[in-house]
Each structure stands twice: as structure tokens, then as C-alpha cells.
């Protein structure tokens, strides 16, 4: 007994000890190899700790609970409150479903006269160029989505209005071009509706040739295709079996702008210019369908300003839903609060305890008072402003003036690296050396308080 | 007992209630008026700031957050911040715990960065590793193997064939560790990593313990330190995402005002009593 008691633990303590201090000066495959499996060892062991731990706690409680001591209604708190969430964490398990993420159906929408003249300001003169509160959220929505792609990054540019919204949309359609061209965007120019492709002919051979952009490599005309959502639905298996010749009828398959493009889902953005109600048909199915979520691609939209009202609802941006498990649910709205406010509490007490005790009563504490001032005006951006330090050696009490430096910042920087770190280089050193004896101790079964039993 | 010096002894034994009611209005006033102060850049938090920001496209970084949720006020807005650089930057994220109750702040910090980047992914562009057993032993049995290690996600998914650790089979491998710590695990990771496997360390901390990491940061054992809130919210400004840190900073003007002219007026009437006895 006394062999497995006593003799066996110092041994162990004695061997894994002296195997432990050589491995750190051993750099050999072997020497590694038995540092990790130790290492997987000693993470099993601990792992028990964490078990012990709640034995430790319920025990604890227990005996509360048993003899009533004062306050053994808390007891029942913690009783209760561990196996709701263990029972919740057994039951439906502890970690949430990953967040389910929704594109929103029209993630821009320039509609009206007043909105594209703001686009093509932005388009010239970036966004500073129009005053804040006049900005649309929504064009400016459009105009940032188009400025984060980057360069060869696909868009599919739908033309669809006659001659009836020529002068309302022409426009508009050619400063969309002329950012896609400027982004260096792939551009797939299509129209659904017949009126539409000589306006996206004329709008392509005007732009391109700006931007020296070359057809077959950097953009394409795919014409006129008739089908509305048929389109749309074919488009989303494969683009070349939706869009077979360009609009001269020579075929796509081969050209480069085309590459490595194989569905609506490879595209990175999808920019609608439409008129009029000849839109109504795929966008109506693209918004009953949820197109967005299914070819994981939102449309930026540029309307007349009287459509406005039938689109709008279906702008957003992108966002994120997420069901929470009854064990993440009471962690997040129970444990998370709590243990919040407790750490939360320490500031009123730490302010009436300053309140109560901290005197200049001594020359020593005075020193203290008077350096937790300064320090604790150094560490928030109230105290950096009042106390500016120059370089030639004078500092000025006086809020706002111009300097080389905060003297209060640069103060709590010296009192931290300085003196500060002086003292607890002190106290390392102190605690290094300590554990060095005790590690010896017990390694020559000097400490042996590890085995309990008071020995 | 004349009347002045009965109001004195009333401020000198001011009911702490009074106080309470101060420190409250000192942190709910300025939340509420939403006023956010800019904030001096020390050359700690600048530090870690540079060298995340100099690190090559693909580079990994690992970040790992021991903390619980009663620190998640100092902490998580750090935590956001330099998630939001590294993914600003195009780098690969990975982040475990030694805190049991951490695990799950990690993940609602993934959460929450899939939302504003969009496309980033779990084994692709980051891996949450959950809790590890073992604290310290955790550093060592990564240092030595970082698969064996930590073989399965937060979520069960081996780890074994995930992208992101392409190139990685040890701690020292990784391009730059950040602990972010409310307890002792910084001087773990100095004792059991930086110096067994030689990687860049950086810290966070609690404000509070800050004070203990600065001989670390003078011997270059740790190239920066990002301390509490103040921190946090220099680096929000650096990385140019303003959020937690930054919107919390004057409230912690305030009620440190507060404590200041407490403390102040406390003394005054302390020599007052004093000199009439």
C-alpha cells in the first residue's frame, strides 16, 4: 500500500520529470515523438479535470442543500440552472445550424431622372461629389456593389426598353457601361425584349471603343432572345446552351469573355435597365422564384421613376438567418448577460472603494494618488486632449491647442515601460525562480503536498 | 455638532448609492448621445497593427480568444477588429479557445464576419477549432503537430484536408499568433510557444492586466500588446472599422472623470476634517 501510495507517485513525479527537462535539449525525432504523445496524454488526463471539477461543484452544493445552510436557495439556482443546460445541450445539441444567408432581390435601383443624374455624378466624381443627405441609399447601394467587383468579374447587362423610354434610359445605360469598362467587367450585353438590342448595340459600340475593349474578349452582344423566363430558367443551366451566337449569329462557344462561365451562378453581377412593363414578366418570375437565391445573384436595377414603387419592396441588402438551439439560446440571453454584469459591477464598487479609501495620507500615497490621475486621464481620449507636450521640453495645459505630442498619453506610456515594468520585471523574476525550486522539489520528492493526505 | 461640520461627515461618508447613481449616468449619457472621441495610437497597438498589415495575401494568422463572456466587453470588440483586418487583408484565420465557455463567441464571431464578407468560408478562409483541452498542453501539442492536435472543428469537420491549413503542420508555420486573454494564457504562449517553436506573437488583453505584459513587449517576446478597450478601439481606428471600441471609449471618459473628481473632492474634504480636528 505504502508502495503505491507514496513510493510510486514520487517515482513517477521523478522520472517524467528528469525525461521532460532533457527533452528540451534533446532536438531528435524520437526526443519529439515522446513530447507529443506525453503532450495527447497529459490533454486526456486533464480532461478529467474538467469532470472532477463539476463533481466538486454539485457535491459542494449538495452539502448545502442537505443541511440548509444560509442561503441554499442559491444552491438550487445552480442545481437547476446545470442540468437545464446540460439536459438542452443533450437534447437538441450545443452548437447552432450555420446561418443561412439570403441575397436580396435588388441589391441597387437608380429609378428616375433625378436618381441617374446622382449615378452619373457618383460615376464621374465618386461619392463625394453629391452632399450626404441628398444621397440615395439606393443608388449609392448600385453604384458601391459595381465599384467592389473587381477586374474580370462577369455581368450580364440586360437592355430592355424601346423607343418610348430612349431619352429617360439611353443615357443611364451608358454610364453604367462606361463603369463596367472602366472596372475592366466582362460584360454579357442580352435583351428580352425585341426594341432593345439596337439601343444595346449603339450603347456597346460607343462605350468600348472608349476603354479600348475588344469584342469577343471583353464583352459580347448576345442580341435579342425571346422566351422572358424561359431565358432566364435555360440561362441558369448553361449559358451557352441559352445563348448559342451572339447577336450576328456567330457562335459563343470558344470566345474568351465566355470562360470558365458556365451558368447565371458564375456571374458576379447581373445590372437590368427597363422601361415601361416589358420587364414584368422574368422579373415577376425572378421575384416569385427567389432568382437571387437560386442563382445566388441579386440585380442591380435602373427604371423609370413611376416603377419605382413596384420594386422598391424587393430592395435590401444581403443578410443572414439563423436558429438558435435551445443550449446556444439560454447561453446567449442568460449566461452571457450574466457574467457580463458581474465583471460590469466591479466599476461601481472600484469607484465607491476609490471614493472611501484612496487618501494622501502619506507622502508615498500621495505619489500613488497623484500618478493613478494622470494615468488614468493618459488611457481615454478626454485625457489625451486637455495636456499637449511639445518637443522643446514645455507642456500647455490647454485644451485643443496644436503640439507634437499628448503629455498625458506620452506620461502613462513612460509609467507603464519605466517604472512599471520595473516592478514586474521584479515579480516574473520572483515567480521564475519559484517555480523553478518547487518544480525541482517535487521532482526529488522534497514537495510532496501534490499526493494530498497532509504529507 | 455644528451644521458644517455635519455636512462635511456626509460627504466624507457619502452613501455609496450616490456614487452608484453616478457611474451609471457617466456610462448611460454618452451611449446614448452616441459621441465618439478619436483615440491616441499607442506604439503597442500600432505594433500589431503593422505587422498584420504587412503579411503577404494567404498568410495565416491565428487568433485565439481565452476569454469568457464576462470579459467579452473588453475583448470581443478586439476580437471583431482584427478579424476584420485579417479579412480585409485576405488572410487565412484560425482560432481556438482554452476557455470552455469561449467556443461559442468564436463561432458568433464567424457569424458575424460571413455576413459583412461575403464568400468567406469555414475551411477555406478560416477554421474555428472550438475549445481544446489542456491549456498550455494545447500550445506544445500544436507547436509539435497542429492536425493531431486539433483533428475536428467546432462542428466535427476533420481538419485533416481543410484548404485554409494548407502549408501549416505547426505552430511555427503560422505567420503571426494573437493571444487575446483575460487570464495567464499570454504567459503560456511566451513560455511554451514563442520560445519552443519561434513564431510572432502578439497579445490582447484586459486592461487590467495589461500593466503585467509590458517586460514581454520590451524583450520583444511579444511585438505588440493591445490593451482593454482602449485597445480595441485604437485599433478599430487604425483598421478603419469603428464599432464597439470606439463608441465605448467615451463612456469610459466619462466615468473615469467622474472617479477622478470623486477622488479629488474625497481628499478635499479629508484635509478639511482633518485640519478643524
Known sequence: ?455 | MDERTSWMRWLTDLDRRYIFVLVALAVIIPIVLKKVLPVNISPSVKSSYDFVNQLPEGSAVMIVLDYDPASEAELYPMTLALYRHCFDRKLRVLSYTMWPNGAALIETAFDKMRLEYEGIQSGINYVNYGYQVGGALSIIAAGQDIRTAFPTDYRGNSTGIMPVLEGINSLADIDYVIDLAAGSTIDWWVAYGVQRYHFTLGAGCTAVSATQYYPYLNTGQINGLIGGLKGAAEYEQLAGHPDRGLAGMTAQSSVHAVVIVLVVLANIFYFISRRKR
Not at chain 1, 443541511?67 to 452548437?95: E, H, T
Not at chain 1, 442580341?223 to 422572358?228: A, H, M, T, V
Not at chain 1, 451558368?263 to 447581373?270: E, G, H, K
Not at chain 1, 449566461?335 to 458581474?342: I, S, Y
Request: hydrophobic residues 45%.
Open chain 1, 1 to 455: 500500500m505504502q508502495l503505491l501510495r507514496k513510493h510510486l507517485p514520487i517515482a513517477v513525479a521523478f522520472i517524467m520529470g528528469v525525461l521532460l527537462f532533457f527533452q528540451f535539449y534533446i532536438p531528435t525525432r524520437a526526443s519529439s515523438t515522446f513530447l507529443e504523445n506525453v503532450t495527447q496524454w497529459d490533454r486526456i488526463i486533464a480532461g478529467f479535470a474538467l469532470l472532477l471539477g463539476i463533481y466538486s461543484l454539485l457535491n459542494h452544493h449538495f452539502h448545502k442543500l442537505r443541511r440548509r445552510v444560509p442561503g441554499w436557495g442559491f444552491s438550487v439556482i445552480v442545481y437547476a440552472g446545470f442540468f437545464a443546460m446540460m439536459l438542452a445541450g443533450f437534447i437538441w445539441g450545443i452548437r447552432n445550424d450555420p446561418p443561412i444567408s439570403f441575397t436580396p432581390l435588388i441589391s441597387g435601383l437608380v429609378a428616375g431622372a433625378d436618381d441617374a443624374v446622382q449615378y452619373e455624378q457618383f460615376v464621374t466624381s465618386g461619392l463625394e461629389a453629391v452632399p450626404p443627405e441628398e444621397v440615395s441609399p439606393t443608388v449609392q447601394s448600385l453604384y458601391e456593389v459595381i465599384e467592389g467587383l473587381v477586374p474580370n468579374d462577369a455581368v450580364l447587362f440586360v437592355v430592355d426598353y424601346g423607343q418610348t423610354d430612349e431619352a429617360d434610359l439611353y443615357p443611364i445605360t451608358l454610364v453604367l457601361l462606361r463603369q463596367c469598362f472602366r472596372k475592366e467587367l466582362r460584360v454579357l450585353g442580352v435583351s428580352l425584349v425585341e426594341e432593345g438590342e439596337p439601343f444595346l448595340e449603339q450603347a456597346l459600340s460607343t462605350v468600348a471603343p472608349e476603354f479600348d475593349a475588344q469584342y469577343g474578349a471583353d464583352y459580347v452582344n448576345l442580341g435579342f432572345k425571346e422566351g422572358n423566363e424561359q431565358v432566364i430558367v435555360s440561362a441558369g443551366r448553361s449559358l451557352t446552351d441559352a445563348f448559342p451566337t451572339d447577336f450576328e449569329g456567330t457562335p459563343t462557344s470558344g470566345m474568351t469573355v465566355l470562360e470558365d462561365l458556365e451558368s447565371l451562378r458564375d456571374l458576379n453581377y447581373l445590372i437590368e435597365v427597363a422601361g415601361g412593363t416589358e420587364i414584368d414578366p422574368w422579373i415577376n418570375w425572378w421575384i416569385t422564384n427567389d432568382g437571387s437565391a437560386m442563382y445566388r445573384i441579386s440585380i442591380g436595377l435602373t427604371t423609370l421613376a413611376d416603377l419605382d414603387p413596384a420594386y422598391r419592396p424587393s430592395y435590401g441588402e444581403p443578410y443572414q438567418v439563423q436558429e438558435s438551439k435551445p443550449f446556444m439560446w439560454m447561453y446567449d440571453n442568460l449566461f452571457v448577460p450574466m457574467q457580463a454584469t458581474m465583471f460590469s459591477i466591479l466599476a461601481f464598487y472600484i469607484a465607491s472603494a476609490a471614493y472611501r479609501a484612496f487618501r494622501a495620507r502619506t507622502k508615498e500615497a500621495t505619489v500613488l494618488l497623484i500618478t493613478a490621475i494622470l494615468v488614468m486621464l493618459g488611457r481615454v481620449p478626454l485625457g489625451t486632449l486637455l495636456i499637449r507636450y511639445w518637443s522643446d521640453g514645455h507642456w500647455v495645459p490647454v485644451m485643443g491647442l496644436s503640439g507634437d505630442q499628448e503629455f498625458l498619453s506620452w506620461f502613462t506610456e513612460w509609467i507603464l515601460n519605466v517604472p512599471s515594468m520595473a516592478a514586474q520585471r521584479g515579480i516574473m523574476i520572483g515567480i521564475g525562480l519559484g517555480m523553478i525550486s518547487t518544480a525541482l522539489r517535487i521532482i526529488f520528492g522534497i514537495e510532496r503536498t501534490y499526493m494530498g493526505g497532509g504529507d
